[in-house]
């Protein structure tokens, strides 16, 4: 039985340019290889309403089958060229690989809106070079709780934005695994990213595939990047990061283990390059932000916002002995003093 959806309208529908689906649709075939009336639309009933009156966030998402195998995802209407009232010039999309089920997977269709109802709402868009991380797989992140379960579950909790490579005017979103995340933190996830589509051009989200932290060679290329470029990880999530006053400077707690091991290779690929460097909690606390600045002097001080700024140079006697504490086995965290 086909179910019925009733909505008052209580504004203007919202405007969709006929001509730029039918070009999007025209696109999204070719680069699948398949014709045009493969392309398919998943589509929300509430849809003439503008996101502002309460319809989804993009006016529809289309899926195309590849020719092989794969589905190839992309909204339409976070860009002008779909809904002129729209605040970006790009839609999203993600390439993903078929599992065992014929049917297309229904996850990127909800992890695509997701995407876009965060671009629209914070006003930020997903830039080219972006990572952006979630507490959970990609595969449920955008799910209703009582709905995770009915979604595949995976190990990839991040993704990278890149220029999609095969639909001009659209951003491919491609799962990350979280040792690759932080792989790339120390030069930049767009240089990770190109030395993977050497190997994988489509760059197709795979969610059973495995590490290419593996790859010697990719994590060389990452390594000579960072020795000559830097990075471009202008801020880390660190777990319960604190600060508080003390007698002779300021008192510092940070996890240890593995995010204190993240903290010193970021810091040197930042302060090494002469770049700032921003720590904060995974929530906003109150004394959670510490700013790193190159400095030949160290320094520490506080800003009116609750920031604390800590001045310091790639030779800072705390870095190494953060490093030394954060591999001693079971230490619960890591506590210093900065001035």
């Not at 078929?98 to 109802?117: G, K, S």
């Not at 992140?141 to 934005?161: C, F, L, Q, W």
């Not at 760059?203 to 595939?209: D, Q, S, W």
Request: net charge negative; hydrophobic share 40%.
């Amino acid at each position: 039985m086909e179910q019925q959806f009733q909505f008052t309208l209580k504004h203007p529908p919202r405007r969709v340019d006929d001509g730029g689906v039918a070009q999007l649709d025209a696109a999204l075939a070719a680069a699948a290889c398949v014709a045009p009336d493969r392309v398919l639309h998943a589509i929300d009933p509430r849809r003439i309403a503008s996101f502002a009156d309460g319809g989804p966030p993009v006016w529809s998402v289309a899926l195309c089958p590849c020719h092989d195998g794969c589905w190839l995802f992309v909204t339409y209407g976070l860009s002008r060229a779909i809904d002129p009232d729209a605040g970006f010039d790009h839609e999203m999309s993600i390439r993903v690989a078929p599992d065992t089920d014929p049917q297309p997977p229904q996850w990127p269709v909800f992890f695509l809106r997701q995407l876009a109802r965060y671009q629209i709402t914070t006003r930020r868009d997903l830039a080219v070079g972006d990572p952006m991380e979630f507490g959970e797989s990609i595969t449920r992140a955008a799910m209703a709780p009582a709905e995770k379960a009915a979604m595949p579950d995976s190990p990839m909790h991040a993704i990278a934005v890149v220029d999609d490579p095969v639909l001009p005017g659209a951003r491919r979103a491609y799962g990350l695994l979280p040792d690759e995340h932080v792989l790339a933190e120390p030069w930049s996830i767009a240089g990770l990213v190109g030395e993977i589509a050497r190997r994988e051009p489509t760059l197709t989200t795979r969610l059973g595939r495995g590490s290419w932290c593996g790859d010697p060679t990719i994590v060389q290329a990452v390594q000579a990047g960072t020795a000559r470029e830097g990075s471009s990880t202008g801020a880390l999530v660190l777990p319960g990061l604190r600060w508080e006053p003390a007698e002779d400077g300021f008192l510092v707690q940070m996890p240890s283990g593995a995010p204190a091991l993240r903290f010193c290779a970021l810091a040197r690929a930042r302060l090494g390059f002469g770049r700032n460097l921003l720590l904060h909690d995974v929530e906003p606390a109150a004394r959670s932000l510490i700013g790193l600045a190159p400095s030949e002097q160290p320094y520490a001080r506080v800003h009116g916002d609750g920031l604390l700024e800590v001045g310091m140079g790639l030779d800072s006697p705390i870095l190494g002995a953060v490093e030394t504490a954060a591999r001693q086995p079971n230490a619960r965290g890591i506590r210093f003093t900065v001035r």
